[in-house]
Nanobody
Framework: QVQFVESGGGLVQPGGSLRLSCVFS????????TGWYRQAPGNQRELVAS???????NYADSVKGRFTIARDNAKKTVYLQMDNLKPEDTAVYYC?????????WGQGTQVTVSS
């Protein structure tokens, strides 16, 4: 089953940082843009950070200036550096291609921001 496997979540205090990682289990990776998505309870899944195959990045307004997406094509891994975390960042975080039909969704990793 072709999918991403996310890791790195946890409980952090407001203002803290976390670095998420996800590894792709399939073969074709580098030609597709990738993104980090999140889903909070009662909300729809939303795209918060994206990186095209050409290296262009884009961020949701709610995380701009605090989150940074990066990827290592050789390792088929995507990273999300999250700084100055806020309670409203609490959610399950997933990564996938921007064309989500190219991969199954993984289990995600829980991020909880609370004092």
């Amino acid at each position: 089953q072709v999918q991403f496997v996310e890791s790195g979540g946890g409980l952090v205090q407001p203002g803290g940082s976390l670095r998420l990682s996800c590894v792709f289990s399939g073969n074709i990776f580098s030609i597709y843009g990738t993104g980090w998505y999140r889903q909070a309870p009662g909300n729809q899944r939303e795209l918060v950070a994206s990186r095209s195959s050409y290296g262009y990045t884009n961020y949701a307004d709610s995380v701009k200036g605090r989150f940074t997406i990066a990827r290592d094509n050789a390792k088929k891994t995507v990273y999300l550096q999250m700084d100055n975390l806020k309670p409203e960042d609490t959610a399950v975080y997933y990564c996938n291609f921007l064309d989500t039909s190219k991969s199954n969704w993984g289990q995600g990793t829980q991020v909880t921001v609370s004092s």
